[in-house]
């Protein structure tokens, strides 16, 4: 039987408000490409915790709640979605609280075990010819071998401003301080402040959006062009 070819990956990590989201985003539609956001998946994982009462400091009892996760989220860059069994939470996981309880659920060796599973699964299977995946751990756990690996960083001022541009419902500080004790949590566990070997670092500090995204896709045809070469 044929086997159909695997998408082509571009993996792009980074810490908070580097703009991976919103830059894989914009480059999975201009090339046609699915767009994966797995840090949506923690999210939802940490949402279900705080939905049941779970405490999310617990590792076993995060652990427990994997057997009923039942979730699912849109690739198409122009739908996305996050669901976990009926409930649509695409707007409940980006709460503080989410947020805030998160590093913890991110932390347990079987959670990240169980979801970097469902992320290859989910990626092999787009209905496009490539992927585009973002999070912590994609260049070096989830997709080391992806075509194109890039670490999408800026500047923590820059990351701030952007955060707290976006989140009106709190004060810049309260965003900073949350942001900064996040990325001091998640680093414990993976290392998305250096790239790893192979990795092309795009810093956006002193790029607009518009120039990050062309600078992504510069990264993403040289690195095709040289993959044709090897
Ligand atoms: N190069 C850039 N210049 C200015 N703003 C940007 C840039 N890249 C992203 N942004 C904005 O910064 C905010 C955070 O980006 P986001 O994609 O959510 O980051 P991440 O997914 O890394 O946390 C968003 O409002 C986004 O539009
Ligand atoms: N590949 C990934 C993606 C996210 N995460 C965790 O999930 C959280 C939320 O990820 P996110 O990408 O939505 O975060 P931001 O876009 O808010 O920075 C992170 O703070 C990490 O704890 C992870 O551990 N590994």
Not at 27 to 50: C, Q, V
Not at 141 to 163: F, K, N, Y
């Amino acid at each position: 039987m044929a086997r159909h070819s695997l998408p082509t990956v571009v993996a792009i990590d980074g810490p908070a408000g580097s703009g991976k989201s919103s830059v894989s985003r914009a480059i999975a539609r201009r090339l046609g490409f699915a767009y994966l956001d797995t840090g949506a998946a923690y999210r939802a994982l940490a949402w279900l915790a705080l939905d049941r009462h779970t405490d999310s400091s617990q590792a076993d009892a995060v652990t427990a709640l994997l057997k009923d996760f039942d979730y699912a989220i849109g690739t198409d860059p122009d739908e996305y979605f996050v669901t976990v069994g009926q409930t649509d939470v695409t707007d409940a996981i980006r709460s503080p609280e989410v947020s805030a309880a998160v590093s913890a659920v991110a932390r347990v060796p079987e959670v990240r075990r169980a979801l970097t599973d469902l992320f290859r699964s989910i990626a092999e299977n787009v209905d496009r010819p490539g992927v585009v995946v973002e999070g912590r751990d994609i260049t070096t756990i989830v997709a080391p071998e992806a075509e194109v690996r890039i670490l999408l960083t800026a500047s923590e001022e820059a990351r701030m401003a952007r955060r707290s541009a976006e989140i009106t419902t709190q004060s810049a500080q309260t965003v900073a301080e949350q942001l900064r004790s996040r990325d001091r949590a998640d680093s414990q566990v993976v290392d998305f402040m250096s790239a790893a070997d192979g990795v092309i670092t795009v810093d956006s500090t002193h790029l607009d959006f518009e120039q990050t995204i062309e600078a992504v896709i510069d990264v993403y045809h040289t690195r095709m062009k040289q993959a044709l070469n090897e």
